[in-house]
């Protein structure tokens, strides 16, 4: 039997008031796969991710949040969601255990205090993130990094069933980085399923299941990681027709010679 459905788009679209960014997508995001989201700056990463979580308009085609289109759906203790360059303000005077407990407010009536089962999980998110020892240190005087891993314990005391994380480890230096990647490798050990934005996916190489590339608001690769090293080398080998009067050197001569790096680069503009 196949796993539990998570997230299935069919045909769709998503925008912003008169402009479409997203069309016609199709995904299926099912239990315990773990998604990279790659594509180019603006290719729509965030407007999709966005858009499964109703914080971007729909402008055609379906959404189904387990099983339960998205108009009707209104689980969403059911979803964990660390959104894109994201820390917490210098001015925020509040320890990381007082963060990561907001990760628990949805799940009891605002007149209830915290039980102890609460505390536990709490404890149990920020020793994930491997932040145990800073847990009653106030978060400004964290780094962007160990903040990020704060917000990543806030969504994980949701205990949600699934993460979906925009840009995890951008601008966050290489140590940070392999802490955040150690992260993701614990989470998905325990079966957790994650759909994760990123332009690091050497970072995320061997936590990752699946690679969903957007370009210009389409889908143009939908398959494993192996399969996606294949595409790039084949798309590499596909643009080799060398022009008698094109001096630039072929890229498919420049994948044979290196080791294939299947990082997608940034495009600066
Ligand atoms: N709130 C908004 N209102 C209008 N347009 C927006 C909004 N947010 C994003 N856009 C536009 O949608 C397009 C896609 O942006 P989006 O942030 O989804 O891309 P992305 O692939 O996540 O990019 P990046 O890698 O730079 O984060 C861009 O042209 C952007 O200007």
Known sequence: ?????????????????????????DLTVRAGEVVALLGPNGSGKSTLVRGILGLSTRQGGDVELFDTPLDEFDQYTRLGYVPQRH????SVRATVTEIVEVGRLP???WWKP????????????IADVGLADRAHEEVAALSGGQQRRVLIARALAGRPD?????????????????ALALVLHRLADRGTSMLVVTHELEALERVVTRIVCLDAGHI???????????????????????????????RGHVIGAAPLDPTPREVTP
């Open 1 to 25: 039997m196949s796993s539990p459905t998570l997230v299935r788009l069919r045909s769709t679209s998503f925008g912003y008031a008169d402009r479409t960014v997203v069309s016609g997508v």
């Open 87 to 90: 820390s917490l303000s210098a």
């Open 107 to 109: 799940h009891r009536p």
């Open 114 to 125: 915290q039980s102890r089962q609460d505390h536990a999980i709490v404890r149990e998110a």
């Open 162 to 178: 699934m993460l979906v994380m925009d840009e995890p480890t951008a601008g966050v230096d290489h140590a940070n980085q392999e």
């Open 220 to 250: 143009d690769f939908d398959g494993t990681p192996a399969a996606y090293s294949d595409h790039l080398r084949r798309h590499a080998v596909g643009s080799d027709h060398h022009h008698p009067d094109d001096d630039s050197p072929r």
